[in-house]
T-cell receptor, first 111, second 118 residues
Framework: GQQVMQIPQYQHVQEGEDFTTYCNSSTTLSNIQWYKQRPGGHPVFLIQ?????EVKKQKRLTFQFGEAKKNSSLHITATQTTDVGTYFCASRQGGSEKLVFGKGTKLTVNP | DTGVSQDPRHKITKRGQNVTFRCDPISEHNRLYWYRQTLGQGPEFLTY????????KSRLLSDRFSAERPKGSFSTLEIQRTEQGDSAMYLCASSLTRSTGNVNSPLHFGNGTRLTVT
């Protein structure tokens, strides 16, 4: 079945450095969602990308959907300690309505 | 919006016992999902409901797992004859889905029920 692969699995940065996580699929995705899970918390929806080549921004976060709709990225500019957590991409699998999540990228930020 | 509520927050049980978890979704949401999450992994889909109908169930889910949403509101997830491998965080999520196509409604997750099987 369709899977979304995320890299890297872990990323440790100094506060103020940039961070990027990537989500890749072997098949074309109809859309992709991004979630953030703080330590000890539950996943919280960040954004959804639908169109080929789409770019959306939320303050220091930039989300991109690839032209072929097979990959996506989340970029954080000038990380802060509040950015700590695990970032997941998720996509609908085939003709199913269920969301399939990647394994996530765990971000730690050294103050 | 009171959010998705799950009960209990924690459950410790002995192997072989049955456990039941409850989820109260956001009131106007028509879809309800159950996911399982283990340490260092993403949420793993278990099943979902559209109103009271269970529309999809993971093939990975054994017959020991059953879920219900009898009136299209709250849902219960029961695990019979628990095994140590069932230890995980069980997450419930809900969404309001008006149409299909390329747009998925975002999932709103509860805080989860952490199950420990000893």
């Amino acid at each position: 079945g369709q899977q979304v692969m995320q890299i890297p699995q872990y990323q440790h940065v100094q506060e103020g450095e940039d961070f990027t996580t990537y989500c890749n699929s072997s098949t074309t995705l109809s859309n992709i969602q991004w979630y953030k899970q703080r330590p000890g918390g539950h996943p919280v929806f960040l954004i959804q990308l639908v169109k080929s080549g789409e770019v959306k921004k939320q303050k220091r976060l930039t989300f991109q959907f690839g032209e072929a709709k097979k990959n996506s990225s989340l970029h954080i500019t000038a990380t802060q300690t509040t950015d700590v957590g695990t970032y997941f991409c998720a996509s609908r699998q085939g003709g199913s309505e269920k969301l399939v999540f990647g394994k996530g990228t765990k971000l730690t930020v050294n103050p | 919006d009171t959010g998705v509520s799950q009960d209990p927050r924690h459950k410790i049980t002995k192997r072989g016992q049955n456990v039941t978890f409850r989820c109260d979704p956001i009131s106007e949401h028509n879809r309800l999902y159950w996911y399982r999450q283990t340490l260092g992994q993403g949420p793993e889909f278990l099943t979902y409901f559209q109103n009271e109908a269970q529309l999809e169930k993971s093939r990975l889910l054994s017959d020991r797992f059953s879920a219900e949403r009898p009136k299209g509101s709250f849902s219960t997830l029961e695990i019979q004859r628990t095994e140590q491998g069932d230890s995980a965080m069980y997450l419930c999520a809900s969404s309001l889905t008006r149409s299909t196509g390329n747009v998925n409604s975002p999932l709103h997750f509860g805080n989860g029920t952490r199950l420990t099987v000893t």
